[in-house]
């Protein structure tokens, strides 16, 4: 079988079922969520308190479902070459501070701490900030996911007038490289469409997007960088 043939095998077979993974797990949380919801209500004797983790539940299975939308759409458009461009220049901290915020309506691992301690100084960089904060969030949202203890992220001005962006992560680290978008993924979960967005996305704005292993630490981790350049002020 060919390599083009091996990837529309995949887009038709593996791919959809991914999806279909993808979108069934957090329908049926919040479905669940939902149900007791009800049962609850039904019952009359409990109070507001008992149900907010409830009403948490299904709040984040609808943002993971919208997650996976968003994260088709804009794939969709960067096949297509339709990704918006519009661009200002904005303090990359903000970004990574609006990430985070978005991490945390997905995610639900509070025994992972993520650390940010952010620069005093200001770094613009001339971006358009919807598509840097899916970006930022999708690799935050990656560590997270394969972080043991903690997850740790930088900002760092380069001698070249770029700044760089390191998120790291204290888990087991990548075994190899990245698979691109659309092909057999090494991974069982996940739909392979994460890195790809980040990398065509930071590309679009002359950056670079580099994953390498924390070899350092122990374990080993991973470290996933993004470099952009600066606004000359």
């Known amino acids: 079988m060919t390599d083009q043939n091996k990837e529309q095998f995949y887009l038709k ?17 919040t479905l669940g969520a939902l149900d007791e919801i009800d049962l609850a209500l039904s019952d ?5 308190e008992h149900l907010r983790p409830l009403f948490t539940m299904a709040r984040r299975g609808v943002y993971r479902i919208l ?18 461009e519009s661009r200002m220049p904005v303090d990359i901290k903000g970004l990574v501070s609006m990430a985070m915020d978005a991490t945390k309506l997905v995610e639900a691992r509070s025994n992972i701490s993520v ?10 960089v001339f971006v358009n900030s919807p598509l840097l904060v899916i ?19 930088e900002i760092k001005k380069t001698v070249e007038n770029s700044v760089e962006l390191w998120i790291i992560d204290d888990g087991n680290g990548f075994s190899g490289p990245w698979n691109r978008r659309f092909t057999t993924q090494s991974r069982r979960q996940g739909l392979g ?3 790809s967005l980040v990398d065509d996305v930071i590309r679009a704005h002359d950056g670079n997007f580099f994953v390498e292993p924390a070899i350092h630490s122990n374990p080993p981790g991973a470290r996933m960088r993004i470099s952009l350049p600066l606004v000359m002020q």
Not at 15 to 26: M, T
């Open 13 to 29: 077979t593996e791919f959809l079922e991914r999806i279909a993974h993808e979108l069934r797990g957090p329908a049926g949380v």
């Open 135 to 153: 970006a930022i969030a999708e690799l935050i949202l990656n560590a997270i996911r394969n972080a043991d203890k903690k997850v740790t992220i």
């Open 44 to 48: 009359g004797n409990n109070s507001i």
């Open 67 to 84: 997650r996976t939308s968003e994260r088709l759409q804009r794939t969709a458009q960067l096949e297509k070459g339709t990704l918006d």
């Open 193 to 195: 469409l994460s890195l």
């Open 115 to 124: 650390n940010f301690k952010p620069p005093a100084l200001p770094f613009l």
